[in-house]
Nanobody
Framework: QVQLVQSGGGSVQSGGSLRLSCVVF????????MGWFRQAPGKEREGVST???????RHADSVKGRFTISRDSAANTLYLQMNSLKPEDTAMYYC????????????????????WGQGTQVTVSS
C-alpha cells in the first residue's frame, strides 16, 4: 500500500524560509509525476509545483523564483523548499504522486494524482 507521509511546515515571518518533505512508502519507481498543492481557508486547492520524470519541474507563477521542488530518489522523498515566504502563502500544503506515467500535464489537475499526503500547515505572518 502506497503512503505519502509529510513533514515540515510550521509558522514563519514574512521573508522567511521553510522546507516541506514527503516520504513515499510502499512503492519506488523511476517513472513518476509528483507535486505539491495548497489550500488556503475559503479557497480551492491549487497546484504549486510539479516534477515529472520526462517533464522536469514546473512552478505556479505565484511561487516562481521563490519555491523549488526536488526529489531524492535514494530517499524516495519529495521536497519543497520555500523561500521569501509571503502571508499569501499561508495554507495547508499537500504532496501528491502518480507512478503511471513520467509526464506531468501542466494543468495542475488533482485527477492526475493517485496518492496524497496528509497535509501540513504553513503559516506566514506579516
Amino acid at each position: 500500500q502506497v503512503q505519502l507521509v509529510q513533514s515540515g511546515g510550521g509558522s514563519v515571518q514574512s521573508g522567511g524560509s521553510l522546507r516541506l518533505s514527503c516520504v513515499v512508502f510502499g512503492y519506488s519507481s523511476s517513472t513518476y509525476c509528483m507535486g505539491w498543492f495548497r489550500q488556503a481557508p475559503g479557497k480551492e486547492r491549487e497546484g504549486v509545483s510539479t516534477i515529472g520524470t520526462y517533464t522536469g519541474t514546473r512552478h505556479a507563477d505565484s511561487v516562481k523564483g521563490r519555491f523549488t521542488i526536488s526529489r531524492d530518489s535514494a530517499a524516495n522523498t519529495l521536497y519543497l523548499q520555500m523561500n521569501s515566504l509571503k502571508p499569501e502563502d499561508t495554507a495547508m500544503y499537500y504532496c501528491a504522486a502518480s507512478f503511471k506515467y513520467g509526464h506531468c500535464s501542466g494543468f495542475w489537475s488533482e485527477d492526475e494524482f493517485d496518492y496524497w499526503g496528509q497535509g501540513t500547515q504553513v503559516t506566514v505572518s506579516s
